[in-house]
């Protein structure tokens, strides 16, 4: 079975800081790895994923995620925070052949001016 | 023309009635999921199907049933409605063996009072 965490259920950040959230997953089988953003009253949008191949992967609104398996991690960045990025986000986890579809509890990211 | 649609997007309903939300997506997937999102934003899943058949039941209360009529439809029933189900449901589908990204749907927003 595969789960996720996310360290930090709540992260602030200063506009045009840098953006980190945090994402580690278990998985006994190679996972795929996925960011969502979830902006309120509304539903999920993909960000980016990490299925095979490289392992830094970039994905809509400037953001980046990097798949490091020593880790089994796959955390978020994005150099430079906007307003507009404050949100939800979560992490999710599947495998190959794998009906599960799991997140993580999701961080709120708020963005000060 | 949206990829995954449920309907109602709001739904407020007195305790022990019962209700259904409807789901479809005109994607082509073969698998579609419910989650039950809390009022912590916890994503939680509830069910998923893939070609019509129950493969994930996750500890839900019987009140809940899902009905798959085909691969295009994934409807939620819940019997005797509890105040404890007040959340936002979200439908979201894929396919299962392509590795992809699940695509959600707007989210139901149910308020049982």
């Known amino acids: 079975a595969q789960s996720v965490t996310q360290l930090g259920s709540h992260v602030s950040v200063s506009e045009g800081a840098l953006v980190l959230l945090r994402c580690n997953y278990s998985?006994?089988?190679?996972?795929?790895l996925f960011w969502y953003v979830q902006y309120p009253n509304q539903g999920l949008q993909l960000l980016l994923k990490?299925?095979?191949?490289?392992?830094l992967v970039k994905g809509i609104n400037g953001f980046e995620a990097e798949f490091k398996k020593s880790e089994t991690s796959f955390h978020l960045t994005k150099p430079s925070a906007h307003m507009s990025d404050a949100a939800e986000y979560f992490c999710?986890?599947?495998?190959?052949?794998?009906?599960?579809?799991?997140f993580g509890p999701g961080t709120r990211l708020s963005v000060l001016p | 023309d949206t990829a995954v649609s449920q309907t109602p997007k709001y739904l407020v309903t007195q305790m022990g009635n019962d209700k259904s939300i409807k789901c479809e997506q005109n994607l082509g997937h073969d698998t579609m999921y419910w989650y039950k999102q809390d009022s912590k934003k916890f994503l939680k899943i509830m069910f998923s199907?893939?070609?019509?058949?129950?493969?994930i039941n996750e500890t839900v209360p019987n009140r809940f049933s899902p009905k798959s009529p085909d691969k295009a439809h994934l409807n939620l029933h819940i019997n005797s409605l509890e105040l404890g189900d007040s959340a936002v449901y979200f439908c979201?589908?894929?396919?299962?063996?392509?590795?992809?990204?699940?695509?959600f749907g707007q989210g139901t927003r149910l308020t049982v009072v």
């Open positions: 999710a986890v599947s495998t190959n052949y794998g009906q599960n579809f799991v």
């Open positions: 979201a589908s894929r396919f299962r063996d392509r590795n992809t990204e699940a695509f």
């Open positions: 998985s006994s089988v190679p996972p795929y």
């Open positions: 990490y299925t095979t191949g490289a392992t």
């Open positions: 199907y893939n070609n019509k058949e129950l493969i």
